[in-house]
C-alpha cells in the first residue's frame, strides 16, 4: 500500500526564523490519522533562517537523525560533541539516558533540513552524536546505505531501521527492496512510484510492500527510511 503525503498538504507552523512542514502529528499540529509510522514518529521539513536556529534543549530516548538538503547546520551538545554538517550529509544522535544540543545555522542562506525521529529498540542507551559525508555521484541501480542499526552503513542508531539515499538522473529507473516500514521523501526533483508522480517535499508512506520501484521524472534527490513494521508499547 502506497499513501502519497502531498507536501502543500502537510501540517506545519511558521516561527519567522523557522519554516517547518510535519509529515506527522508534531508540537501544536495533530492528526489522528497521522501519528507515526511504524517507529517512526517525525520528520520535520524544517527552512531555517540565516543566523538563527534552536537553542539549547533536551532530548531523551530518542534517535534523531538529521539530513541537511540545502546549507549546513552546526551542532553543539552537553557531552562535547560539535560539529557542522553540509548539504547532502547526514548527522545522528542517540539522545538515550539524556543530552543537550543546540543546532544553529551561520550560514549566509537558508538551511532547509530533513530531522527525522525513530524511536530506539531500548531506552537508558549511552548517549552519542556522529555525522559523515556520503558520495554526490547519481546512483544507477541502488541507493546508498546512510544510517542502520547492524553496523553495516557509515552511521549507526539504536534501531533495526535503515536510511537510504541517492541522486537520480532523469529516466533512471531503480527497484528498491523494503523491510518493514518504509517513507519515501523527495528531497529534490520529481519521480514516479506505483505508477503516481511526487515532486519535491512529497512523502509516500510505504506498507505491506516487498519493493518499491522507482523512476525519475526529473533530475531527483530521495531519501528511503526502513523502520519495524509495529511500535512497542511505551
Known sequence: ???????????????????????????????????????LLVINDDRIAPYTGF???????????TYVR??????????????TTKAGNVQVMSAGTGIFHSEYNHEDEVTNIYQIWITPREKGIKPTWDMAEFPKAPVSSSLNLLVSGDGKAPLQIAQDARIYAGRLNK?????????????????EGEVEVAGKS?????????????????????????????????????
Not at 502543500?8 to 501519528?35: I, Q, T, V
Open 1 to 39: 500500500m502506497f499513501q502519497h503525503h502531498k507536501f502543500e498538504e502537510l501540517g506545519g507552523a511558521n516561527h519567522g526564523w523557522l519554516d517547518a512542514k510535519h509529515h506527522f502529528s508534531f508540537a501544536n499540529y495533530f492528526d489522528p490519522k497521522k501519528m507515526s509510522h511504524g517507529e
Open 55 to 65: 537553542d539549547t534543549h533536551p532530548h531523551r530516548d530518542m534517535e534523531i537523525i
Open 70 to 83: 540545502k546549507g549546513a547546520i552546526t551542532h553543539k551538545d552537553s557531552q562535547g560533541n560539535k560539529g
Open 171 to 187: 529516466d533512471t529507473k531503480i527497484t528498491h527492496p523494503i523491510k518493514g516500514k518504509g517513507y519515501l521523501l523527495v528531497s
Open 198 to 234: 511526487a515532486k519535491k517535499g512529497d512523502g509516500i508512506a510505504i506498507s505491506d510492500e516487498a519493493s518499491v520501484s522507482i523512476r525519475a521524472l526529473s533530475d531527483t534527490e530521495i531519501l528511503v527510511i526502513e523502520v519495524p513494521g509495529k511500535r512497542k508499547a511505551r
